[in-house]
């Protein structure tokens, strides 16, 4: 399956919700408010937010002021026009062999978005591209989480470093980063233990994590990805905030996507925190996470003819 295939796949639920709206304005000569009011509350329920629904909806306004513009116009254009406006600058790029070996790229996030899951998948992506990679379980504190990632690398044939139970996350760490030298190894990428973004002392573990990095290699952690759960909508905007004041992000990976209506919550993120999309999660299955597009999300969530989905 394709990559767009898999955005319309993974937004689904979200484009369903919106096309019912959206097909009652568009081409409506008389520009109903009864239908326009229905809209935006569907811009609101998949998590556009205010600004951006406003926006959308103000674009539509606009153009139907000049009647000979409105009559045919396709109204999934007009709101794409403006989200993608919004969405500029938001794809993360990443080479397909780092400049710098090994390019160390840190998950962090609160419990239970994904970090686990992912961090396997990006190994995963990156063996497929041809570039080596190393995961290092650094949750050393949640129950089976060292297991859950050894189980992923096993099925996966990845290479990984662990610690035991209880250990020290930022010995793992460094034992991890040694291992990526002395093997010659592209990427390193580490999964770090979920915790709550307002207790300072777990905060503190990765202030920890990052010094010990940092004296093997000063620019160290070249990405710091915050990994966000996209079916829980824009209520992750004030995490967001939290980890980018405390550690310092460089990016986002916004995981389960597929099955949610949110689809617009992946806007309400990077309007808020202009932060690059690295990565989306749309399945459950290793490739299934894939690099952000933009005219990709646009055609998955917005699609200008209802055809049907490409094999």
């Known amino acids: 399956m394709g990559i767009l295939s898999k955005f319309k796949n993974g937004f689904r639920k979200g484009s369903d919700l919106l096309q019912g709206a959206l097909c009652k304005v568009s081409g409506n000569k008389a520009l109903d ?36 513009a409105f009559k045919g116009t396709n109204i999934n254009e007009i709101a794409r026009e403006v989200l993608r406006r919004i969405l500029e600058d938001s794809e993360g790029i990443l080479e397909s062999i780092p400049k710098a070996r090994p390019e160390v790229i840190c998950l962090v996030g609160v419990n239970g978005s994904g970090k686990t899951t992912t961090c396997a998948k990006l190994g995963h992506r990156f063996k497929e591209i041809g570039s080596s990679s190393l995961l290092a379980a650094c949750d050393t504190f949640r129950a089976a989480a060292t297991e859950q990632l050894q189980n992923w690398a096993d099925r996966l044939d990845l290479q990984i470093v662990t610690g035991h139970h ?56 070249h990405h710091a990805w915050l ?48 932060l690059p999309i690295y990565f989306v999660g749309l399945g459950e299955q290793p490739d299934d996470l894939v690099p952000f597009s933009i005219e990709d999300y646009l055609e998955s969530i917005l699609p200008v003819d209802n055809t049907e989905l490409d094999s």
């Open 33 to 68: 408010e009864s239908d326009l009011l229905e809209l935006e509350e569907a811009l609101y329920e998949s998590d556009f937010g205010v600004e951006s629904t406003e926006e959308i909806i103000g674009k539509i306004k606009e153009v139907h002021r000049s009647e000979k």
């Open 166 to 221: 209880g250990s020290d996350s930022a010995a793992v760490a460094f034992d991890a980063y040694s291992a990526c030298e002395s093997r010659e190894i592209d990427r390193l990428v580490i999964d770090t233990a979920g915790r709550l973004h307002v207790k300072d002392n777990l905060m503190e573990e990765l202030h920890k994590l990052k010094r010990v990095l940092q004296k093997r290699n000063p620019d160290s952690p």
């Open 227 to 274: 990994v966000v759960d996209g079916s829980t909508g824009s209520n992750v905007v004030d995490q967001a905030r939290v980890f980018h004041q405390k550690f310092g992000l460089t990016g986002l990976v916004i995981t389960k996507l597929d099955g949610t209506s949110k689809g617009g919550a992946l806007v309400s993120i990077f309007r808020s925190m202009r």
